[in-house]
């Protein structure tokens, strides 16, 4: 198909940025990086092409950049999303939510580098960004908030983890729908793992019991993304004395982790 593309219009078509994208993104689901960042460099490079369209060029760095982060190269992610800035800061107004999609990347990123303080600078700064925006219906903030409360908790803040995690469920359930359904699940499991904590061991097994709920609807009983919900379910009912449930919890992790291994 490239090759009649290029063949028949020539290399300035601008069909061929999405053509070598999506090269580039069958290439990655095999793990083949080198010819992931091959085929995203000449996306980019397309993209170039029609400089007018910078929300390409913006999306090649932002390609480039994830692909860094799953090789745990982030100085060189880092990079491309300095690069993104430069792009957004162009046309502020135009490319504004692009501004809160790489605060929040990066913040992402820093999580996974282990620098969590500099990851929560990034996903406050993503936060002011969408205040900015005054978007009613904000489940991109919620997801913002998630993300904060998860490394509240990383850094032992339980009160402002529950407190991030309760104005994320607040902000998921006001939403019309909820676009992303596995992010809601991981609220309700960060909101029972707050609680449980906090020994209140009844409204922490209801939102275990939420996100179980979402997760097998989204994965099926038998998926690694389940492990967390099924430990918490475990960990009340080891608390509260119910051992034939803890034991069921206990091998529907054991399924979930044996799935994981394949």
Not at 68 to 96: L, P
């Amino acid at each position: 198909i490239l090759d009649i593309f290029e063949g028949t219009f020539g290399e300035e078509y601008s069909e061929l940025y999405e053509l070598f994208r999506t090269k580039a993104m069958n290439f990655l689901a095999m793990k083949k990086y080198d010819e992931v960042f091959e085929w995203y460099q000449k996306a980019l490079r397309q993209a170039h092409k029609n400089p007018d369209n910078r929300f390409q060029i913006l999306t090649a760095y932002r390609d480039l950049a994830k692909v860094h982060i799953e090789k745990g190269q982030f100085d060189q992610a880092e990079w491309y999303y300095n690069k993104c800035f430069d792009v957004i800061h162009t046309e502020i107004e135009k490319y504004h939510s692009q501004l809160t999609n790489v605060l929040s990347e990066m913040g992402d990123m820093y999580v996974k580098k282990g620098d969590l303080k500099l990851a929560l600078q990034r996903y406050y700064e993503a936060m002011g960004d969408i205040d900015n925006m005054s978007v009613k219906d904000q489940p991109i903030k919620a997801k913002i908030l998630t993300r904060i409360a998860e490394v509240q908790r990383k850094l032992g803040d339980h009160e402002d983890s529950l407190r991030c995690a309760r104005l994320a469920q607040e902000l998921f359930e006001k939403s019309s729908a909820c676009d992303d359904p596995p992010e809601l699940a991981s609220c309700y499991n960060l909101l029972g793992w707050d609680l449980y904590d906090e020994g209140n061991y009844s409204e922490a097994l209801k939102f275990f019991k939420k996100a179980i709920q979402i997760e097998i609807k989204n994965f099926g009983r038998e998926h690694a993304e389940l492990t967390p919900s099924w430990k918490g379910m475990k960990s009340v009912f080891e608390q509260t004395g119910n051992e034939e449930e803890a034991r069921k919890c206990k091998e529907s992790i054991l399924d979930a982790e044996k799935a994981k291994s394949f």
